[in-house]
């Protein structure tokens, strides 16, 4: 297949990628859902809001309610934004970008999906529990956020096996792209479990302490692929 084949049958399959609705759909209805919860609660929020006190060696810092109430609804969309243009630019420039750098449109599709469906969730998580203890009731919001946090590890891990790049190259570089994609299943299963542990951890150890630990133990698992990517690379 020359150059001119596989662009024609990239751009195909690119076409043949449905948009991610799914992730849409919850994005604009997680992002309906924050500004409802600031509505509901915003006569209960104080006018400035101090989001942190004042000690001996740093001054205390204030918002008014309408950046706190706003902040999550804010970056989401931002977010949105700048992935929707990533993607526009990334279509434009594919063909000047090493493949190997590159998911396939079926890779990012179910990347974008997963993106915009777990983490609309885990703001909708901060936004009631922020909004709600601004207004003074007692919420477990380290435990929330520590739950949300393991079952979106879980969610990542179950799709890093089916992330695999726009093309695969013939030579060692190929042999490299296959192994990594191998060592993606281990890791996938390592994420899984480690996102489990940190929502079952949550509730029989400080949250906040179990959420930071997992999300160091993310990078560990990254070198735990690229460990197990250099032994399948011996000869």
Not at 208 to 217: E, G, N
Request: aromatic content about 6%.
């Amino acid at each position: 297949m020359d150059k001119a084949d596989e662009n024609r049958q990239e751009m195909a399959d690119v076409s043949a990628v449905r948009p991610p609705w799914a992730g849409i759909v919850v994005s604009v209805l997680c992002t309906i859902a924050m500004i409802a919860i600031a509505w509901a609660v915003w006569d209960s929020l104080p006018e400035i809001v101090t989001t942190r006190k004042a000690t001996a060696t740093r001054p205390g810092l204030d918002m008014p309610r309408l950046v706190v109430a706003g902040a999550l609804p804010v970056t989401l969309v931002i977010i949105g934004a700048a992935v929707a243009g990533e993607s526009v630019l990334l279509r434009r420039l594919r063909h000047r970008i090493n493949p190997l750098l590159v998911a396939s449109p079926r890779s990012r599709a179910r990347s974008v999906n997963l993106l915009f469906v777990m983490l609309p969730l885990l703001f909708v998580v901060l936004q009631t529990g922020i909004l709600l203890r601004t207004a003074g009731y007692d919420v477990p919001l380290e435990k929330a956020v520590a739950v949300g946090l393991g079952v979106l590890l879980i969610a990542v891990g179950n799709l890093l096996p089916k992330i695999s790049p726009s093309r695969i190259p013939a030579g060692a570089a190929g042999h490299l792209v296959l192994a990594w994609q191998r060592s993606q299943r281990a890791g996938g299963l390592v994420m899984m479990l480690l996102g489990g542990a940190c929502a079952v951890g949550a509730f029989f150890f400080p949250p906040l302490i179990v959420a930071v630990a997992s999300a160091f133990a993310v990078t560990a698992t990254y070198l735990l692929m690229a460990l197990l990517t250099a032994m399948r690379m011996r000869p």
